[in-house]
């Protein structure tokens, strides 16, 4: 999918940015507004900040009042100040980022957890965590926070849940508070209302005596910060970058491989190899068009849905006033499909009962209800037009679905070139997302189509522009250009390794005493998707490029892959790792790639290092530790 992936980052992104304020106390917060549970998250991609809303929403049904909270704007050093109010709770909804490490908005708390020695003094808490088995470190922040918190004398009233996404997070999250919710009850006295009646958290309100220019037409943060655009630029004010390049990369195949350039000149934005470029897509208009015609509404007709919690620091869903036009492209996530919360609350506007009663049991942690969201949404991608049309007794308010759907998301690119060597571009390679559903349609990614129609050059005259940021990695070139650098790449993850070739080139132009400079490339064909063949056959005719690997896994009857051909050259990869102090650097897809590239090193340690397999897996470690074994990978 073309590099999209939570990944390792350097924290320095931090300093370009204003602090968030920190809010009232959250406890005094609490008091104030009676509430006796708050929902913390650390959330990166927004699916925990969505669990902890939902937690939230739900208290009432179980005799609680609760809040969610962002652990970014709250002084965390608070919570042994919890016990002060009768009966309370503290939820942790924690995801884990790269490698094991908190998201951005929960670095301070992990922080304060780490250094703290406050007693907790029997604080009530229970944490969920998100995670991804394909990952080594696997739900890493639930564990630790889970830990900690007993560790400095909370109580947990129940287990830690362990959502994977790669396999059905809503699935675990949903098992998970079928089960936390009866624990609450029994550990506070209380009982379950049985209310399942919808609970809406906005409410609608059309402005009057609307200025447009105070509406919302798709900007992340500040009004109009598209038509005056000023830096630092980050994920509440990205850079709008005009496409200098949209081409393809392969001239055969089913496959449609592209290269972009983003040009930044005068953002003041900085690069570095190996960085991760940040865009926000627009959803197709013909899908938003046809949610208007099926839901009867006028998608133009300007709106705004305002916390009914009025102590609420989430004053909107989404950037408001708005129009519900600008909200389902720019704001709404109407791709995916849609989580069970959604369904269930969408039942009550079915006037078919079977729709109503499919709906609700695909809401319920049943295992029959359980089988039918992964049969009948799952696994068939049905989005939420999809649901829409396929169930035709089923018409929803547009402003509720508006408030229910989860925000769309930035999409995280590896970077395909050097900013030392080109400072005022930012190169994407990606393949376009596009497969037919089992329900006939066809489900196309995003951000990847969008941007492949990103024509350079409209036809009336207009240049193409891609709302973008940068966010830094750890995934660099060692310090001494010396090492010798040996990366892995599969597909599109050839993107970093660009950056890391121009820049190598560029070193060696200055002069400098550049080590050993090595690729292992995978894809299917030479002639279908090798991509940037040229560029890399030049690297390595010039020198750059000491050595240029490529297995086509399906260009023969057996297949090859790069991990075949690490074993092939072993000798030479042990030196250079355990004389010469190379680094290496693996980019691709973490479910298979990464993990039987790791296989082939613990066998080359082996086999020519005469370690055991203990051993070989303890020395691989090491060389991550010391920042020298880098993965950039996504599943």
């Not at 560790?151 to 699935?171: S, T």
């Amino acid at each position: 999918m073309g590099c999209v992936f939570p990944l390792p980052k350097e924290r320095q992104e931090a300093a370009a940015r204003v602090t968030p304020q920190r809010e009232t106390s959250f406890i005094e917060k609490m008091k104030k507004t009676n509430r006796n549970m708050v929902v913390f998250y650390g959330s990166q991609t927004g699916t925990a900040e969505e669990f902890c809303g939902r937690l939230a929403k739900d208290a009432q049904r179980y005799g609680m009042s609760g809040m969610s909270a962002d652990l970014e704007e709250n002084d965390m050093s608070e919570l042994p100040r919890l016990v002060e109010i009768d009966n309370s709770l503290a939820v942790f909804c924690m995801a884990t980022y790269g490698e094991g490490d908190p998201t951005d908005n929960a670095q301070d708390f992990y922080d304060w957890m780490q250094e703290t020695d406050e007693e907790l003094n029997r604080v009530n808490f229970a944490v969920f965590g998100l995670g991804n088995k394909t990952y080594e470190h696997f739900n890493a922040m639930g564990k630790y926070t889970d830990k900690r918190l007993e560790e400095l004398g909370g109580r947990r009233i129940y287990d830690l849940g362990m959502g994977d996404d790669d396999g059905n997070l809503e699935e675990d999250f949903v098992s998970w508070k079928e089960q936390f919710w009866p624990a609450v009850c029994e550990h506070f006295g209380v009982e379950a209302t049985g209310d399942d009646t919808s609970i809406r958290q906005y409410e609608l309100v059309f402005p009057t005596d609307i200025n447009m220019n105070k509406v919302y037409t798709g900007e992340m943060g500040r009004l109009k910060s598209f038509e005056t655009q000023k830096p630092p630029f980050d994920a509440k004010n990205p850079y709008l970058a005009t496409v200098a390049v949209n081409r393809q990369l392969n001239q055969a195949g089913d496959r449609h491989l592209m290269h972009l350039e983003l040009d930044i000149s005068g953002s003041q934005i900085r690069y570095d190899s190996g960085d991760h470029v940040a865009v926000y897509p627009m959803n197709d208009v013909s899908i938003v068009n046809r949610i208007g015609q099926i839901l009867d509404a006028d998608l133009d007709t300007v709106i705004s849905l305002n916390n009914l919690d009025e102590e609420s620091n989430k004053k909107h869903p989404f950037p408001c006033p708005t129009t519900y036009r600008t909200a389902l492209t720019h704001y709404l996530d109407i791709t995916n499909p849609p989580r069970t919360n959604v369904l269930f609350e969408l039942a009550q506007y079915a006037t078919d009962p079977k729709d109503q009663d499919i709906l609700r049991k695909m809401a319920s942690a049943s295992p029959e209800g359980k089988g039918l969201y992964q049969s009948w949404v799952l696994d068939a991608q049905r989005n939420i037009l999809a649901v829409l049309e396929d169930m035709p007794s089923l018409h929803p308010a547009i402003d509720h679905l508006c408030e229910l759907l989860p925000r769309l998301q930035a999409r995280y690119y590896s970077i395909a070139s050097s900013g030392k060597v080109y400072s005022n571009m930012v190169s994407i390679c990606a393949v376009v997302v596009e497969f037919q559903t089992s329900t006939g349609r066809s489900f196309k990614g995003v951000a990847t189509n969008w941007l492949k129609n990103k024509v350079v050059v409209t036809d009336n005259g207009h240049k193409a522009t891609v709302p973008m940021y940068v966010r830094k990695s750890q995934f660099r070139l060692p310090f001494k250009a010396s090492n010798p650098v040996v990366m892995i790449g599969l597909g599109t993850g050839i993107a970093p390794f660009m950056g890391f070739l121009q820049e190598r080139g560029w070193m060696k132009e200055q002069g400098k005493d550049v080590g050993e400079t090595i690729l292992y490339f995978g894809c299917r064909h030479r002639n279908q998707d090798f991509m940037y063949q040229q560029e890399l056959e030049e690297f390595e005719k010039v020198g750059v490029l000491t050595q240029l690997n490529v297995a086509f896994s399906r260009d023969q009857e057996e297949k090859v892959y790069v991990q075949h051909l690490l074993k092939k050259n072993n000798e030479h990869l042990w030196k250079l790792i355990h004389t010469d102090n190379a680094h290496i650097y693996i980019c691709g897809d973490a479910r298979n790639m990464a993990r039987d590239v790791q296989n082939a090193f613990y066998d080359i340690a082996e086999e020519v290092g005469g370690l055991t397999h203990t051993q070989a897996v303890v020395y691989i470690k090491k060389l991550m530790t010391k920042g020298r074994y880098a993965q950039d990978v996504w599943s």
